[in-house]
């Protein structure tokens, strides 16, 4: 039974009930109308008449998604996925702080999101909505709260970096690969990590990945059979499609790897330090080298060619559009970079074949051109 009163700071509504052998109240203050409290109050009674706890609710909502993510979620999948729901818990205990259960509406939601799309791309705000609207869907499915307020939520945020902007053309490669070469020494290993990506278009657990026995310097091949978990486990797994390759390099690749490759057995001799993986890519105590010192080294790079800075990733995508861009058959392509198929690599690099169209279309109509030209 509800009742009603109108006090300074808005209405209130009180929800007599039975609890067992007691009788209780439960209140709310502060709604701007009556009807206001009318539907607060007819939330509760109607969690009351299903049998739930109806100070669920009342829990902060930090709290209440910190002990949702720690049952449902942390420990349950790989290691990256236990970092983006912690990422998510930092925002929800930032822009929730003083919010309980209950407090969150859809506009509340809605607010939260545009905030953090302010300064964010829309798919990383979109990854955040993915890792903290389930816990609210939860909320309202278990009764919680009356209302799926995850529901309808739009998505804003900047576009992000364009697939275009994520690769180098020709020239600009040409300027980066001189700026790489300058100067290098066989302990740069860095150096020769993003050179050998740049010139095998492989992804960088893959070149992480490759052992002694990965490089064929008779044949001038590189064997892709597996990856390193840089997030996660920080070992070999299986390579992305779970299929293994075997790539050609340029010669004068592989005649730089052999001279790097060399350097790196005598000096695992000389420290007397075991290579248990028997990676060729290690940095200091034989440890895997880390993809953020990659990354710096290709930065500095890419400042000094005076080309747009680009990711390992960048590289894979680089290599890929200067083959297409010169014409090489998609099919290959597709199978060099390992991907499940060629309508992989069509949808990843539509912008390159866009333009290798074009190109094409301008070369028809010049030879075209020339044909009705003479006929005149």
């Known amino acids: ?75 349950k999948f790989s290691f990256e996925t236990d970092r983006n729901y912690q990422t998510a818990m930092r925002l929800v205990d930032k822009h929730f702080a003083g919010y309980r259960l209950k407090d969150i509406s859809k506009r509340v939601y809605q607010t939260f999101i545009n905030t953090y799309a302010e300064t964010h791309s829309k798919a990383t705000v979109r990854k955040i909505h993915n890792k903290v609207a389930p816990c609210l869907r939860e909320a309202f499915r278990s009764g919680d709260i009356a209302r799926d307020v995850a529901y309808g939520i739009l998505i804003t945020g900047s576009e992000g970096k364009k697939e275009a902007d994520k690769y180098l053309n020709q020239d600009q490669t040409e300027r980066l690969l001189d700026a790489l070469m300058d100067g290098i020494q066989p302990t740069d290993t860095a150096k020769h990590v993003c050179i050998l990506q740049l010139a095998t278009g492989a992804r960088i657990g893959e070149i992480m990945a490759l052992t002694f026995d990965s490089l064929d310097f008779k044949q ?38 052999k001279t790097f490759v ?80 060629q309508f992989t690599t069509a949808s990843i690099y539509a912008h390159v074949i866009k333009e290798a169209r074009e190109k094409g279309d301008q070369q028809a109509a010049a030879i075209t051109n020339a044909l009705f030209a003479r006929a005149k």
């Open 220 to 257: 001038n091949m590189m064997i892709i059979n597996k990856s390193w978990d840089y997030k996660d486990s920080f070992g070999f797994k299986s390579t992305k499609n779970k299929e293994n390759r075997t790539i050609s390099v340029n010669d004068n690749t592989m005649a730089l790897m």
């Open 1 to 75: 039974m509800a009742s009603y009163n109108k006090l300074s700071t808005g209405w209130q509504f009180r929800v007599s009930f039975k609890d067992g052998s007691k009788y209780k109240t439960k209140s709310g203050n502060g709604y701007p109308t009556k009807k206001d409290a009318q539907a607060a109050a007819a939330e509760v009674e109607q969690r009351l008449h299903k049998g739930l706890d109806i100070k669920a609710g009342d829990v902060p909502f930090p709290e209440y998604y910190k002990q949702w993510a720690e049952v449902y979620k942390l420990g």
């Open 262 to 341: 060399d350097q790196v057995k005598r000096n695992t001799l000389k420290n007397g330090v075991k290579n248990r993986h028997h990676l060729i890519f290690v940095g200091e105590g034989v440890n895997p080298l880390t993809v953020e010192t990659v990354n710096k080294c290709l930065k500095g790079a890419c400042i000094k060619a005076g080309v747009p800075a680009i990711t390992s990733h960048g590289l894979r995508h680089t290599h890929a559009s200067v083959l297409l861009h010169n014409n090489l058959d998609m099919h290959y392509v597709s199978e060099r970079l390992g991907h499940k198929s």
